[in-house]
Nanobody, 123 residues
């Protein structure tokens, strides 16, 4: 079974920076696309940033120029740094991970989501 867990959320003042981490664990043969999403109560979940297996990245317009997503496929960790945080960045941030599960050989595709970590930006 594959699991992911986010960490790094908290209370930050507007203009500050925050780095979120997502660690994957379990029977993982290889990691594919990974992404950060956020959800504010009453709003739809939105994709914030994504990073593909080859390292290609993509960002939403809301964070483009302020965010950096990275991954370490050996350590099975993905991070998201957001600078110049704004009150509208306040949300629960969730990570998603796709890949192939298995020990030594691929046994099947997986996609898992974390429980989320709360980021609160005060003005």
């Amino acid at each position: 079974q594959v699991q992911v867990a986010e960490s790094g959320g908290g209370l930050v003042q507007a203009g500050g920076s925050l780095t979120l981490s997502c660690a994957a664990s379990g029977s993982i043969f290889s990691l594919g696309a990974m992404g950060w999403h956020r959800q504010d109560p009453g709003k739809e979940r939105e994709l914030v940033a994504g990073i593909f297996k080859d390292g290609t990245t993509a960002y939403s317009d809301a964070v483009k120029g302020r965010a950096t997503i990275s991954r370490d496929s050996v350590q099975k960790i993905m991070t998201l740094q957001i600078d110049d945080l704004k009150p509208e960045d306040t949300a629960v941030y969730l990570c998603s991970v796709q890949g192939l599960r298995g020990d030594g050989y691929p046994e099947g595709y997986f996609e898992v989501w974390g429980q989320g970590t709360l980021v609160t930006v005060s003005s």
